[in-house]
T-cell receptor, first 114, second 117 residues
Framework: AQKVTQAQTEISVVEKEDVTLDCVYE???????LFWYKQPPSGELVFLIR??????QNEISGRYSWNFQKSTSSFNFTITASQVVDSAVYFC???????????FGQGTRLTINP | GAVVSQHPSWVICKSGTSVKIECRSL??????MFWYRQFPKQSLMLMAT?????????EQGVEKDKFLINHASLTLSTLTVTSAHPEDSSFYIC?????????????FGSGTQLSVL
């Protein structure tokens, strides 16, 4: 069975702090994709990153960085120098190409306080 | 601009009526569309997967006669909530999957907030 676990339900930090959102996944597939999405209060899902199972290179995009480690089945997301606009719910998701399903984690509500 | 358009953004209806939500892929052909439901402060739960021209595949526990899904073209899928009840009030989000020049794309609509009175 496939499963995505985001153990942190809520995180609250002060602006400019670095924050890491954890994501652990379970799957028996060898080919899969991992995603991170941001859901601001307005509700729409904002795509942040997609990583396929064969690419373990870490990625940095501005203040955002992702650490993918297949050995621990983790795909963690770090925001450096957080800003109030980063406040949102962040979802990690797993896509199984064979099953054509995207399974979401429970989400982490991130609050950045000024 | 948005690549998946979902309409309406919000809808209020009376109990017993039916509501149709549209999901359109704007710049690619969506071979597969997904419909999700999200209750307040909860995660997105997959309701069904639809492939163009085929019947939708529903997740366990989702009533197919209540949540009618039509995917008649490569750019449009609709979700109809039939005989809506207050417990159907939720945030519904569609997602479209397709290929564009060998690149797989998966994008989400902006969601529809349904409130059943």
């Amino acid at each position: 069975a496939q499963k995505v676990t985001q153990a942190q339900t809520e995180i609250s930090v002060v602006e400019k702090e670095d924050v890491t959102l954890d994501c652990v996944y379970e799957t028996r597939d060898t080919t899969y994709y991992l995603f991170w999405y941001k859901q601001p209060p307005s509700g729409e899902l904002v795509f942040l990153i997609r990583r396929n199972s064969f690419d373990e290179q870490n990625e940095i995009s501005g203040r955002y960085s992702w650490n993918f480690q297949k050995s621990t089945s983790s795909f963690n997301f770090t925001i450096t120098a957080s800003q109030v606009v980063d406040s949102a719910v962040y979802f990690c998701a797993l896509y199984r190409q064979g099953a054509q399903k995207l399974v979401f984690g429970q989400g982490t509500r991130l609050t950045i306080n000024p | 601009g948005a690549v998946v358009s979902q309409h309406p953004s919000w809808v209020i209806c009376k109990s017993g009526t039916s509501v149709k939500i549209e999901c359109r892929s704007l710049d690619f052909q969506a071979t597969t569309m997904f419909w999700y439901r999200q209750f307040p402060k909860q995660s997105l739960m997959l309701m069904a997967t639809s492939n163009e021209g085929s019947k939708a595949t529903y997740e366990q526990g989702v009533e197919k006669d209540k949540f009618l899904i039509n995917h008649a073209s490569l750019t449009l899928s609709t979700l109809t909530v039939t005989s809506a009840h207050p417990e159907d009030s939720s945030f519904y989000i569609c997602s479209a999957r397709g290929w564009d020049r060998a690149n797989e794309k998966l994008f989400f609509g902006s969601g529809t907030q349904l409130s059943v009175l």
